[in-house]
């Protein structure tokens, strides 16, 4: 039989940017998914149709099914199926007519029966998928909250003839798995008690319980990670966060592709939230670099005026970021302080930040000038773009990172990154002064361990070298403007695992 030269892929995920994001992973499908299209497949992607929606990001909406049924526990639910467009991208959102109102709740995820909620969505996509007679070459799965379609359609619904050429399951962030009691794989279908094994979708820490993550590793065909260097991590104890062990079983479907990101829409040149717009590309003549660094010098000065702060010409640091433990928020709060101890200002855009971490800010906030520090707890994309055009530093000290995006769009716009080497930051940020990487391909600082120590040893060798060395921080910043971190490096990866999974065996 021969391979397929256009596929049909359908993405069933949770989050997709500028309709429904939460974090990075809707930016992934976003992207992945525009690039698949631009390469000439038919991609659909398959969501929730949430209350919070970006209605205004949607085109064409209209419904695609009245009377789709869905059986939970000993009920049938029905659900609406609309279909809609987003920036020529082919939607299905999933509308369930339930007394638990699963999607219409003003969040996307953070409710109290999140497992309900995408166990009910899991199988709802498939019995679509099986009653439109919808065929995919793949379909293509995101973390815990859509793994369960792996199980559910090897276990359930091929038997009842639905069929797809493959499953992958891209792990977005290895630490939220999804763990639950057998009793919720029951109510859609499954056979719970039949998982609690440790071949199958048992949890390895607490056996009575299920892992809807595990299980998407275990019976997806292709198994996928957002960068090489986590991949390797995440086949380690450290690494793993107790899947190491089913992941190195499954080593031969596993792989790590680096994300990508959307360089039109990240692109300085075009983008409506700057002060001034300037133009990028990776050989720019001495011309057109002036004008790049004129271009964020402007945007810092309008930075500055939003957020309080002087506009002395001091170095300016940013951050965005979720103020979660694996972004390391005390080496966030390090950051700034030396920041400030050495006369520069920042900049923290961050979210779900806990009371210790709000504590020490505030503490911040009250010992050094207004003029040096900004805090900002709401969401604000000009905010955020403003950042990246603005800042001299970019500042990601994560204790682990899948992939990363914030470094990749900080060097889209010539902010020199500062991140602790760790997952897809040691794919993308080469240390100006100790990498191994040949000198063109430097551009930031980085250091190894996540502590107090590290954090100062990058960020003043950084702070120096803006301040003092202009002839090499004007060769970080043209390294940083050369790299090229658009999907195109990304794509035919996956289209080569797609097709490697679709040969006969």
Same mark, same amino acid.
Request: glycine share 6%; proline share 5%; with cysteine.
């Given at each position: 039989? *021969?391979?397929?030269?256009?596929?049909?892929?359908?993405?069933?995920?949770?989050?997709?940017?500028?309709?429904? &994001?939460?974090?990075?992973?809707?930016?992934?499908?976003?992207?992945?998914?525009?690039?698949?299209? &631009?390469?000439?497949?038919?991609?659909?992607?398959?969501?929730?149709?949430?209350?919070?929606?970006?209605?205004?990001? %949607?085109?064409?909406?209209?419904?695609?099914?009245?009377? %789709?049924?869905?059986?939970?526990?000993?009920?049938?639910?029905?659900?609406?199926?609309?279909?809609?467009?987003?920036?020529?991208?082919?939607?299905?959102? =999933?509308?369930?007519?339930?007394?638990?109102?699963?999607?219409?709740?003003?969040?996307?995820?953070?409710?109290?029966?999140?497992?309900?909620?995408?166990?009910?969505?899991?199988?709802? *996509?498939?019995?679509?998928?099986?009653?439109?007679?919808?065929?995919?070459?793949?379909?293509?799965?995101?973390?815990?909250?859509?793994?369960?379609?792996?199980?559910?359609? @090897?276990?359930?619904?091929?038997?009842?003839?639905?069929?797809?050429?493959?499953?992958?399951?891209?792990?977005?962030?290895?630490?939220?798995?999804?763990?639950?009691?057998?009793?919720?794989?029951?109510?859609?279908?499954?056979?719970?008690?039949?998982? %609690?094994?440790?071949?199958?979708?048992?949890?390895?820490?607490?056996?009575?319980?299920?892992?809807?993550?595990?299980?998407?590793?275990?019976?997806?065909?292709?198994?996928?990670?957002?960068?090489?260097?986590?991949?390797?991590?995440?086949?380690?104890?450290?690494?793993?966060?107790?899947?190491?062990?089913?992941?190195?079983?499954?080593?031969?479907?596993?792989?790590?592709?680096?994300?990508?990101?959307?360089?039109?829409?990240?692109?300085?040149?075009?983008?409506?939230?700057?002060?001034?717009?300037?133009?990028?590309?990776?050989?720019?003549?001495?011309?057109?670099?002036?004008?790049?660094?004129?271009? @964020?010098?402007?945007?810092?000065?309008?930075?500055?005026?939003?957020?309080?702060?002087?506009?002395?010409?001091?170095? #300016?640091?940013?951050?965005?970021?979720?103020?979660?433990?694996?972004?390391?928020?005390?080496?966030?709060?390090?950051? =700034?302080?030396?920041?400030?101890?050495?006369?520069?200002?920042?900049?923290?855009?961050?979210?779900?930040?806990?009371?210790?971490?709000?504590?020490?800010? *505030?503490?911040?906030?009250?010992?050094?000038?207004?003029?040096?520090?900004?805090?900002?707890?709401?969401?604000?994309?000009?905010?955020?773009?403003?950042?990246?055009?603005?800042?001299?530093?970019?500042?990601?000290?994560?204790?682990?990172?899948?992939?990363?995006?914030?470094?990749?769009?900080?060097?889209?716009?010539?902010?020199?990154?500062?991140?602790?080497?760790?997952?897809?930051?040691?794919?993308?940020?080469?240390?100006?002064?100790?990498?191994?990487?040949?000198?063109?391909?430097?551009?930031?600082?980085?250091?190894?361990?996540?502590?107090?120590?590290?954090?100062?040893?990058?960020?003043?060798?950084?702070?120096?070298?803006?301040?003092?060395?202009?002839? @090499?921080?004007?060769? #970080?910043?043209?390294?940083?403007?050369?790299?090229?971190?658009?999907?195109?490096?990304?794509?035919?990866?996956?289209?080569?695992?797609?097709?490697?999974?679709?040969?006969?065996?």
């Amino acid at each position: 039989m *021969a391979l397929p030269e256009r596929m049909h892929i359908i993405h069933i995920a949770t989050e997709l940017a500028q309709v429904a &994001k939460v974090g990075g992973l809707g930016d992934v499908i976003y992207g992945l998914s525009k690039a698949q299209v &631009k390469e000439g497949h038919r991609v659909e992607i398959i969501l929730p149709k949430y209350d919070c929606i970006q209605w205004n990001h %949607l085109n064409n909406l209209t419904v695609a099914h009245r009377d %789709l049924w869905v059986a939970e526990g000993s009920q049938r639910f029905n659900n609406t199926i609309w279909k809609a467009t987003h920036d020529n991208l082919s939607l299905f959102l =999933i509308d369930p007519h339930h007394p638990h109102y699963y999607f219409t709740r003003g969040i996307i995820y953070g409710a109290h029966d999140d497992i309900d909620r995408f166990a009910y969505f899991s199988k709802a *996509a498939c019995e679509f998928l099986f009653q439109m007679q919808l065929r995919p070459h793949i379909l293509h799965l995101h973390d815990w909250p859509t793994s369960l379609v792996a199980p559910l359609y @090897k276990d359930l619904y091929s038997k009842e003839g639905m069929r797809a050429g493959a499953l992958v399951l891209t792990i977005h962030n290895l630490q939220y798995q999804g763990k639950s009691s057998p009793f919720h794989l029951s109510r859609i279908g499954l056979n719970g008690s039949h998982y %609690l094994h440790p071949e199958r979708m048992q949890d390895p820490f607490q056996p009575l319980l299920v892992n809807l993550l595990k299980g998407g590793i275990v019976y997806a065909d292709g198994v996928t990670t957002v960068s090489p260097t986590f991949e390797k991590e995440s086949k380690t104890p450290l690494g793993g966060f107790g899947l190491h062990e089913i992941l190195c079983k499954h080593k031969n479907k596993f792989r790590g592709i680096l994300n990508g990101i959307d360089e039109n829409f990240w692109n300085p040149q075009t983008d409506p939230y700057l002060k001034k717009n300037y133009a990028v590309s990776s050989s720019l003549s001495d011309k057109e670099f002036a004008a790049v660094l004129a271009g @964020k010098e402007e945007n810092r000065k309008e930075l500055c005026k939003r957020c309080s702060l002087s506009h002395q010409k001091k170095t #300016l640091l940013g951050s965005i970021t979720r103020l979660v433990s694996q972004k390391g928020p005390k080496l966030i709060l390090q950051a =700034i302080e030396r920041t400030l101890e050495k006369g520069g200002q920042y900049i923290l855009l961050g979210s779900q930040p806990e009371e210790e971490v709000m504590k020490a800010l *505030a503490t911040l906030k009250k010992t050094y000038p207004k003029s040096q520090l900004s805090l900002n707890f709401e969401q604000d994309e000009e905010l955020a773009h403003l950042i990246y055009a603005g800042a001299h530093l970019f500042v990601i000290p994560s204790l682990f990172e899948p992939c990363g995006l914030t470094q990749m769009i900080a060097m889209r716009y010539g902010s020199i990154p500062i991140v602790r080497k760790t997952g897809g930051l040691a794919d993308t940020v080469f240390d100006i002064d100790t990498s191994d990487a040949p000198l063109s391909e430097r551009n930031g600082f980085s250091f190894d361990f996540p502590d107090r120590e590290g954090v100062h040893w990058a960020l003043d060798r950084a702070l120096t070298c803006q301040e003092t060395d202009p002839q @090499k921080w004007h060769l #970080l910043i043209r390294h940083a403007l050369a790299h090229d971190f658009s999907w195109k490096q990304a794509t035919p990866q996956y289209l080569s695992l797609y097709q490697e999974l679709l040969k006969p065996a």
